[in-house]
């Protein structure tokens, strides 16, 4: 078990490590096909720091495994918001100015809600996950059209965030790294996390809900922390709704889309699935006002995400 707990984490850090340098290789390649470097963070908000999360999932799938990629998915979404932003929002209060950022947190609301429809009957259908890619083509191509809206201080920020060196081959240097450095972390991820649920008689599911969606946001939360106190507040936010976006429409959408009818289990539906769209709809009075997440409130998020596993585990014990 001790041996498996080693693996996980090394695999954590090839995710953290190949995540940074595809994100860099994405926006130096976006910027060198023409994109401006906002259009390039714009992108970058809407799945970049998913793209572990993918690769975990696309090698759980091809391993047989995808409860594990199901869990992971979903897990992550509610540990974007208990864990990752309520962590940067207790490290210095948050300060949200970016337009775009209100429909998008309306748009995870409401497909949350149509992934607990489409799982009622217990599972989400073919048609169904090309209905939530395709939202996420609608989400890609309404980001482009309405960023333009933002403020001048908003639009240097995302392009701060985009700014790098734009040489090509450089650029494909750091993608063939970051490949092989995410192909190692999803492998011994998923290896180690299927050793370490079998030492603890979980089910894949329960191992991809907890251990690998947690361990695989710790980085993130680490990053969200690091931009609160520099005061990035938009781009904290941004990810987060962002990086939940792309677990719903495009790992879960596309899981069913590929596969066929993917099975949804109940307790999806009635437990985790709810759970994280609360999560997103707790930021609503958080942001009315003075839109600005403050420190209380991002504790009463950490709170809910501990109190949130908490309830799995003593479910589990039960």
Same mark, same amino acid.
């Given at each position: +078990?001790?041996?498996?707990?080693?693996?996980?984490? %090394?695999?954590?850090?090839?995710?953290?490590?190949?995540?940074?340098?595809?994100?860099?290789?994405?926006?130096? *390649?976006?910027?060198?096909?023409?994109?401006?470097?906002?259009?390039?963070?714009?992108?970058?908000? /809407?799945?970049?720091?998913?793209?572990?999360?993918?690769?975990?999932?696309?090698?759980?799938?091809?391993?047989?495994?995808?409860?594990?990629?199901?869990? &992971?998915?979903?897990?992550?979404?509610? @540990? &974007?918001?208990? %864990?990752?932003?309520?962590? @940067?929002?207790?490290?210095?209060? =948050?300060?949200?100015? +970016?337009?775009?950022?209100?429909?998008?947190?309306?748009?995870?609301? #409401?497909?949350?809600? /149509?992934?607990?429809?489409? !799982?009622?009957?217990?599972?989400?259908?073919?048609?169904?996950?090309?209905?939530?890619?395709?939202?996420?083509?609608?989400?890609?191509?309404? *980001? =482009?059209?309405?960023?333009?809206?933002?403020?001048?201080?908003?639009?240097?920020?995302? @392009?701060?965030?985009?700014?790098?060196?734009?040489?090509?081959?450089?650029?494909?240097?750091?993608?063939?790294? /970051?490949?092989?450095?995410?192909?190692?972390?999803?492998?011994?991820?998923? !290896?180690?996390?299927?050793?370490?649920?079998?030492?603890? $008689?979980?089910?894949?599911?329960?191992?991809?809900?907890?251990?690998?969606?947690?361990?695989?946001?710790?980085?993130?939360?680490? /990053?969200?922390?690091?931009?609160?106190?520099?005061?990035?507040?938009? #781009?904290?936010?941004? $990810?987060?709704?962002?990086?939940?976006?792309?677990?719903?429409?495009?790992?879960?959408?596309?899981?069913?889309?590929? $596969?066929?009818?993917?099975?949804?289990?109940?307790?999806?539906?009635?437990?985790?699935?709810?759970?994280? #769209?609360?999560?997103?709809? #707790?930021?609503?009075? +958080?942001?009315?006002?003075?839109?600005?997440?403050?420190?209380?409130?991002?504790?009463?998020?950490?709170?809910?995400?501990?109190?949130?596993?908490?309830?799995?585990? @003593?479910?589990?014990?039960?």
């Amino acid at each position: +078990m001790l041996e498996a707990w080693g693996f996980f984490v %090394l695999g954590l850090v090839l995710l953290a490590l190949g995540g940074d340098s595809i994100v860099k290789g994405a926006s130096g *390649l976006a910027q060198k096909l023409g994109a401006s470097p906002f259009v390039a963070g714009l992108l970058l908000i /809407a799945f970049g720091t998913s793209l572990p999360e993918l690769f975990v999932n696309a090698y759980a799938i091809a391993k047989g495994q995808p409860e594990l990629a199901l869990g &992971n998915a979903v897990g992550s979404n509610i @540990a &974007n918001f208990g %864990l990752s932003l309520g962590l @940067a929002a207790v490290a210095a209060p =948050l300060l949200v100015r +970016m337009r775009l950022l209100s429909p998008l947190l309306v748009l995870l609301v #409401m497909a949350t809600l /149509a992934l607990i429809v489409f !799982g009622l009957d217990g599972a989400v259908g073919r048609i169904e996950g090309v209905a939530l890619l395709l939202a996420f083509v609608a989400l890609l191509a309404f *980001l =482009l059209a309405r960023g333009g809206g933002e403020t001048a201080e908003v639009r240097q920020q995302v @392009a701060d965030y985009a700014s790098t060196r734009v040489v090509l081959w450089m650029n494909l240097l750091r993608f063939a790294v /970051a490949a092989a450095l995410l192909f190692y972390g999803a492998k011994f991820v998923v !290896g180690a996390a299927t050793d370490i649920g079998a030492g603890l $008689h979980w089910s894949p599911l329960l191992v991809g809900l907890l251990p690998v969606a947690i361990g695989t946001a710790l980085p993130e939360a680490a /990053a969200a922390i690091a931009a609160a106190r520099k005061g990035s507040g938009d #781009m904290v936010l941004g $990810h987060v709704i962002g990086s939940s976006l792309f677990n719903l429409l495009v790992i879960v959408g596309g899981m069913a889309a590929a $596969h066929g009818p993917l099975a949804l289990p109940a307790s999806f539906v009635r437990l985790e699935l709810p759970a994280a #769209m609360v999560l997103a709809l #707790m930021l609503y009075p +958080m942001l009315r006002g003075d839109l600005r997440i403050k420190r209380w409130e991002g504790a009463v998020l950490s709170v809910a995400f501990l109190a949130w596993i908490a309830f799995e585990l @003593a479910t589990i014990r039960g």
